[in-house]
């Protein structure tokens, strides 16, 4: 199927329409020609309103973590974002609801067919980064500490919701040793020709 109507379709979709209480709205961003992949959960309440993907105080911090431009983030010739939920799946207790576990097995696999141009995955939160590692049994701190072994084809940052101040207070070596490495390779895979 050609990528326009698969993305179409995905747009469509309604398969978990009575679970989501503010209605079917899938959020993505891709392109065949997308070098970077960000693997998130799903919209959160902002995103599910203005359309747009990480368009929240995560995206502002996110996008300070990649050292790009809302101009360049929002460029799905050089971002793909394909949470593992695409539509906004409502309030928990304690912060969103996890992504609805329709997604994956509806579309992931032929959305990923498509995206042969990914040289980096991002995998942000727990459920991101099951997928993108597996259950390999690490913490998501152990995880990310172990950002080594896999780089730099994929790295599992945590989530850059506000929500995780503590979590970055705690791990400094994230922002001084992690962030400057990635930045650097966003900028090459951003200017590359």
């Not at 398969?15 to 993505?28: T, V, W, Y």
């Not at 799905?76 to 912060?95: D, N, Q, T, V």
């Not at 070596?173 to 020709?193: A, C, Y």
Request: aromatic share 8%.
């Amino acid at each position: 199927m050609n990528f326009d109507a698969l993305i179409e379709r995905v747009r469509s979709c309604r398969l978990c329409e009575a679970h989501l209480p503010l209605g079917p709205k899938p959020i993505l961003q891709a392109s065949p020609k997308a070098r970077i992949l960000l693997v998130g959960q799903a919209p959160g309440r902002r995103a599910h309103i203005s359309g747009q993907p990480f368009d929240d105080a995560s995206g502002d911090r996110l996008r300070d973590w990649l050292g790009v431009t809302r101009e360049q983030f929002y460029n799905p010739e050089l971002f793909a974002i394909l949470p593992m939920g695409f539509c906004y799946p409502g309030r928990g207790k304690s912060g969103d609801l996890p992504p609805r576990p329709e997604c994956e097995p509806a579309w992931r696999a032929e959305l990923m067919a498509h995206l042969s141009s990914i040289e980096l995955t991002l995998a942000l939160g727990q459920f991101a980064q099951r997928y993108c590692f597996g259950a390999d049994g690490l913490t998501l701190s152990q995880r990310v500490s172990d950002w080594r072994t896999h780089w730099p084809q994929r790295l599992a940052l945590p989530h850059p919701s506000p929500r995780n101040n503590v979590w970055l207070a705690r791990n400094s070596w994230f922002e001084t040793e992690l962030l400057p490495v990635l930045r650097s390779r966003i900028q090459q895979l951003v200017n590359q020709p």
